[in-house]
């Protein structure tokens, strides 16, 4: 009796283990930045924000055109190197700029102010004025 429970007992350790750290990859969302070639328009964003709806762990994207550089929401089961693979087949050659974390069991969740219709927001130069 004691030998079975010496063996079952790490067995079932290792699974809770496994299960909550699963669990915890859930509550963390990572946003990823990218370098984009060839994004011009808000067409470019909406092609690049159709193929990215389509994977599990996808939460919204973000732009900024003038910068040509792509903010993508998810979370940790959607790893960074797909998202790059999905946005280059869609046409435009993408590079992973950096990668936050942050756990939303920890973070205040505030209602967004300026909720737009779309999942992607553009950032446009404005003319500076003298």
Partial sequence: MKKLLRIKLPLIMLILLL???????????YRTGFRVDRITCGGCLY???????K????????????KGEVYVSHNGSLKAKVIEDVITKAGYPAKILSKNTFD???VEKKPEANK???????TIPQKIKN
């Fill in 47 to 53: 092609t690049i924000n159709r193929e990215l709806k």
């Fill in 55 to 66: 994977l599990d762990g996808f939460i919204k994207m973000g732009a900024s055109l003038f």
């Fill in 19 to 29: 299960l909550l750290s699963r669990a915890n990859a859930k509550d963390t969302v």
């Fill in 116 to 122: 737009s219709y779309n999942s992607y927001s553009c």
């Fill in 104 to 106: 939303m069991g920890k």
